[in-house]
């Protein structure tokens, strides 16, 4: 009988993170030396691939000796920019395109008079990019209840809210009817990645299923959104996060029927489909079709 295994109707790598790692992939064919600043993406395994292939990771620009830095997916400050060039340094820039798209709208509308909110981990490199070079007066990291709290909103005449793009806005949206409440002169910028809907989206109506017991999330441990696809599972389902196959414990599947899988915007396929080979081994079987 064994169990049948599921997969999410959308998982997986977005087309930032398939184009950043393809580009990476190709420099590092090239046989040229280069430094990525911070992980090209949030997944150990392929930062453990690109290691091989000749491309570290490295955590600040100080310590790049290469000839070449590459900005991740998640983008970097301008001033990053600046300083790399100043280095002598030639920049791979594989920032997400709806990345560059929160940098210029927050731009515009700083510009344009309102204090800019960023809803989001403050320590995320996507967030550091948006608002390193930033005046501290000029915008707010907010992520709890608390931190909006802490704040005195009516003194702005108009406040921006962008999101970072890999949350689930569903539970910010407390926080940010607060700001609302407290200002409404507030608007919302819809930056919530469509790849992130998606999964979320998928993520939902797999663990919904009534033949799913049991859902294994595979991505890595500093990914946003695998993070947020896990909780969104574990409100309806027994899950658990994995990195990969290794991760599985066998005794998760027993009594399950039905095993559903999705996986974070940083995991590349071939890691998916070694879960399920794994799931295979252990009993499993893809739905009759
Ligand atoms: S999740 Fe969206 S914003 Fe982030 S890299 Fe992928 S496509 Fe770009």
Same mark, same amino acid.
């Given at each position: 009988m064994g169990f049948v295994i599921r997969r999410a109707a959308r998982y997986g790598f977005c087309s930032g993170v398939r184009v950043a790692d393809i580009r990476v992939r190709r420099f590092a064919a090239s046989g040229r030396r280069g430094a990525i *600043? =911070?992980?090209?993406?949030?997944n150990e395994r392929v930062v453990e691939d690109l290691a091989r292939l000749g491309v570290r990771t490295v955590? +600040? *620009?100080?310590?790049?000796?290469?000839p070449v830095v590459v900005f991740s997916a998640h983008g970097v400050p301008p001033s990053l920019h600046r300083l790399a060039l100043e280095r002598g340094l030639e920049v791979l820039d594989t920032t997400c395109r709806f990345v560059y798209d929160i940098h210029h709208a927050s731009q515009r509308a700083l510009a344009a008079g309102a204090h800019l909110v960023f809803v989001g981990n403050p320590g995320h490199r996507e967030v550091i990019g948006y608002?390193?070079?930033?005046?501290?007066?000029a915008y707010h990291v907010v992520h709890t209840l608390a931190d909006v709290e802490a704040v005195d909103w009516s003194r702005y005449e108009s406040i921006t809210v962008f999101y970072?793009?890999?949350?689930?806005?569903e539970e910010y949206e407390e926080v940010v009817q607060a700001i609302e409440r407290a200002n409404p002169a507030t608007r919302r910028a819809d930056t919530i990645c469509y790849a992130t809907k998606e999964n979320q989206a998928a993520a939902r109506e797999l663990a919904e299923g009534a033949d799913i017991d049991l859902v294994l999330v595979v991505g890595g441990r500093h990914s946003a959104n695998t993070r947020h696809l896990f909780d969104i599972c574990a409100r309806l389902k027994p899950s658990h996060l994995i990195q =990969?196959?290794?991760?599985?414990?066998?005794?998760? *599947? +027993?009594?399950?029927n039905g095993v559903g899988l999705t996986a974070g915007a940083s995991t590349p396929d071939y890691v998916m489909d070694e879960v399920e080979a794994r799931l295979i081994e252990l009993g499993g079987h893809p739905p009759q079709r």
């Amino acid at each position: 009988m064994g169990f049948v295994i599921r997969r999410a109707a959308r998982y997986g790598f977005c087309s930032g993170v398939r184009v950043a790692d393809i580009r990476v992939r190709r420099f590092a064919a090239s046989g040229r030396r280069g430094a990525i *600043l =911070g992980q090209v993406v949030h997944n150990e395994r392929v930062v453990e691939d690109l290691a091989r292939l000749g491309v570290r990771t490295v955590e +600040s *620009l100080d310590e790049v000796v290469e000839p070449v830095v590459v900005f991740s997916a998640h983008g970097v400050p301008p001033s990053l920019h600046r300083l790399a060039l100043e280095r002598g340094l030639e920049v791979l820039d594989t920032t997400c395109r709806f990345v560059y798209d929160i940098h210029h709208a927050s731009q515009r509308a700083l510009a344009a008079g309102a204090h800019l909110v960023f809803v989001g981990n403050p320590g995320h490199r996507e967030v550091i990019g948006y608002t390193h070079d930033l005046d501290p007066d000029a915008y707010h990291v907010v992520h709890t209840l608390a931190d909006v709290e802490a704040v005195d909103w009516s003194r702005y005449e108009s406040i921006t809210v962008f999101y970072q793009t890999t949350l689930n806005a569903e539970e910010y949206e407390e926080v940010v009817q607060a700001i609302e409440r407290a200002n409404p002169a507030t608007r919302r910028a819809d930056t919530i990645c469509y790849a992130t809907k998606e999964n979320q989206a998928a993520a939902r109506e797999l663990a919904e299923g009534a033949d799913i017991d049991l859902v294994l999330v595979v991505g890595g441990r500093h990914s946003a959104n695998t993070r947020h696809l896990f909780d969104i599972c574990a409100r309806l389902k027994p899950s658990h996060l994995i990195q =990969g196959a290794a991760d599985i414990d066998p005794a998760w *599947l +027993s009594g399950a029927n039905g095993v559903g899988l999705t996986a974070g915007a940083s995991t590349p396929d071939y890691v998916m489909d070694e879960v399920e080979a794994r799931l295979i081994e252990l009993g499993g079987h893809p739905p009759q079709r």
